[in-house]
């Protein structure tokens, strides 16, 4: 062997030593050494860059002669179109014994197919080119949308169309929704949170108004075919649509589309419908649903909220994070140094065009439930009657700009809002204006809206949780207890 070959030999030994026992010394030792990390952060020394500049992105609006309203937004980053029509109509404007038609008439609609097509037709169809068409109502709007590839636009968008104009409502399935419903309202007693949110409803706005009124088997029974026709007559023409679409087409095409497939629809000249008036029902008191299965409570506290059109709206959403959220004063307060609550919230509700609900509580021991609401009310107090820390004004109005920013991280996000703007009456630069509220808002403003629009004569207490283990009991808060009966009335034997 020569002595460059016993050189190569040496060399070749040394390195699988060092492969096969040095270096599994060498990570063994590593593994034994303490970790080396930075001293985390309190939540107060957290620093926000400024939230990236919002643009809306480029649209177009048009309204076509029979009155729609449509926007068109291209999108071309994936080969995707979807829309969204907005109807203006809502389960608030169904008749009061027939609560629950507006959810089936949104249902039926879709699960019922066309006049030219069947359900199971539609289904299969859309299934086999991954697209969706949907439809529904919820309290102040009706809503219909359509998923599609692009390549899949015009047979998709026909369909859409289809279902909007010439849904059949069958029988079958108008009867298969109604059992649904049945279904819904037999296990509504099953969550707690459910029956918190539910009465609570009914405590602020009363149990008769269209806001807080629930479907029982009694309404349900009353609601027939001939209903759902009469409703959807009512409120579905296009002069009472705002249709949006957004995704990867040509904006000219898109327009041709839209115009060709829905010019031939009549409008229908009516009177828009009065809205519900809203006052507050009950004005303070302790409500109780006993709840002996439960070992904790639940718990709500508030009152009638507020409008975004407001223009305390801004400072308002300030006043709601300093109280609210991680490192808000509930959170350290009654959760952190108390340890009164698993969980714990407020929100500052404001809806478009009623009022909406401010609502304060969370989830906490059944033998914490008094001490949980006397301390989350002195910190709905302290907030009205003192001026909050420059620290937490600049937190709150930072948490509150940057997360908005993400309501527009996709062009179809910001579609969605324009289309909300223009259906209550929202000017279209509302966005901007509620940016510059925020970003302009004081500590002076902050306390000024706490002390006007938090008011503890009127906050209503709700507490759903087991009576025989909460200690002390509610009557040591100092007013009237009311227990609330929860039982569903039972369906009509006819």
Known sequence: ?????????????????????????ILLFMAFRPAVAETPKHYTDLTFAPPP???????????????????????????????????????????????????LVG???RSGGTQKHTADAINEFLE??????????????????FDTLTEDLPEVFALFAE???QPAFPDDKLNLAKTQQRGGIARRNDDPDSIASREFRKLVYGDRSPYARFVEYATLANVSR???????????HPNNILLGI?????????????ETTFADWKPVTAAPPALPTVEQAKKGGVFFVNQPQLTQSNVQIGHLGGQANSPDYPALSVMNEVLNGFGGRLFNE????QGLAYSVYAYWGSRYDYPGLFVAGGQTRSDATVPFIKSVQAEIQKVRTAPIAPVELAFAKDSVLNSFIFNFQQPEQTLSRLLRYEYFGYPADFIFRYQKGVAATTIADVQRVAKTYLQPDKIVTLVVGNQATIKPSLDTLGQPVTTLDITIPAPSKS
Request: hydrophobic letters at 40%; glycine letters at 8%.
């Open 128 to 145: 086999q080119r991954a697209a969706s068409v949907e439809t529904g109502i919820g309290d102040d709007a009706g809503s219909a949308g």
């Open 53 to 103: 500049e919002l643009k809306l992105p480029d649209y177009t609006r048009f309204k076509l002669a029979n009155g729609m309203v449509v926007y068109l937004v291209e999108d071309h980053e994936l080969p995707l179109i979807n829309g969204t029509a907005l109807i203006r109509t809502g389960d608030r404007l169904e008749p009061s014994d027939k609560v629950g038609l507006a959810e």
């Open 1 to 25: 062997m020569t002595a460059d070959a016993k050189k190569q030999k040496v060399a070749k030994t040394i390195t699988l030593v060092f492969s096969f026992v040095l270096v599994p010394l």
């Open 246 to 258: 957004v995704g990867d087409f040509d904006t000219k095409s898109m327009r041709q589309l839209v």
């Open 107 to 109: 249902t039926v609609m």
């Open 163 to 165: 279902t909007l104009r």
């Open 334 to 337: 009654v959760r952190s140094r």
């Open 226 to 236: 001939d209903d759902l026709v009469s409703f959807y007559q009512q409120y579905f």
